[in-house]
């Protein structure tokens, strides 16, 4: 099967550093890939998506110079929180598809805390 | 642009089957997906059909699709405590284009099932 995975599953920052997430397609090439935030007890906020060597398409209201996405390769996208604040602490989860399948397959997530 | 709305809550006791209900927005041809969400994890996909399908089983999963009043329901026969999850519908658009593969999601409809 297609196998996604995101790495750090968490990660504790203090306010004003930065932090950066990893998404990877382990078995298949990734040619989009979107990075969703999540509230609490709420759905799935699309973030942006990424095509790779594009440049990432940004939702409205989504900052591209605080959440920098890069796709430099067909396997791995990463998505950095520039100068993270309490605000920013979330769980971010990406997702991944190729050019041959219908469905996008999800990483595991991570939960950030700025503290 | 596209919505989807889902019932937030639902209880059931074991055994029995659940029906988890979603409502669409988007006129246009979609593929349709059923995810499940457990606690601070990523998303399980479940099952997905088109919408010019009426019905996909898949084992003790069935999903309808009333294409009339764009009407989506889950129904998990034999519902198990494993169940108890966060389960999403989300709807992506058949079309291609750089955003090929973004899903929109409704609230997400809380499962507990108890014993």
């Known amino acids: 099967g297609a196998v996604v995975s995101q790495h750090p599953s968490r990660v504790i920052c203090k306010s004003g550093t930065s932090v950066k997430i990893e998404c990877r397609s382990l078995d298949f090439q990734a040619t989009t890939m979107f990075w969703y935030r999540q509230f609490p007890k709420q759905s799935l906020m699309l973030m942006a998506t990424s095509n790779e060597g594009s440049k990432a398409t940004y939702e409205q209201g989504v900052e591209k110079d605080k959440f920098l996405i890069n796709h430099a390769s067909l396997t791995l996208s990463t998505l950095t929180v520039t100068s993270a604040h309490p605000e920013d602490s979330s769980f971010y989860i990406c997702s991944a598809r190729d050019r041959f399948r219908t469905e996008a397959f999800f990483g595991q997530g991570t939960r950030l805390t700025v503290v | 642009g596209e919505d989807v709305e889902q019932s937030l809550f639902l209880s059931v006791r074991e055994g029995d089957s659940s029906v988890i209900n979603c409502t669409y927005t988007d006129s246009s041809s979609t593929y349709l997906y059923w995810y499940k969400q457990e606690p601070g994890a990523g998303l399980q996909l479940l099952t997905y059909?088109?919408?010019?399908?009426d019905m996909k089983q898949d084992q003790r999963l069935t999903v309808l699709l009333n294409k009339k009043d764009k009407h989506l329901s889950l129904r998990i026969a034999d519902t198990q405590t494993g169940d108890s999850a966060i389960y999403f519908c989300?709807?992506?658009?058949?079309?291609?284009?750089?955003?090929?593969?973004?899903?929109?999601f409704g609230q997400g409809t809380i499962l507990t099932v108890h014993p």
């Open positions: 059909i088109f919408s010019n399908m």
């Open positions: 989300a709807e992506r658009p058949y079309a291609g284009g750089t955003s090929y593969g973004k899903l929109t």
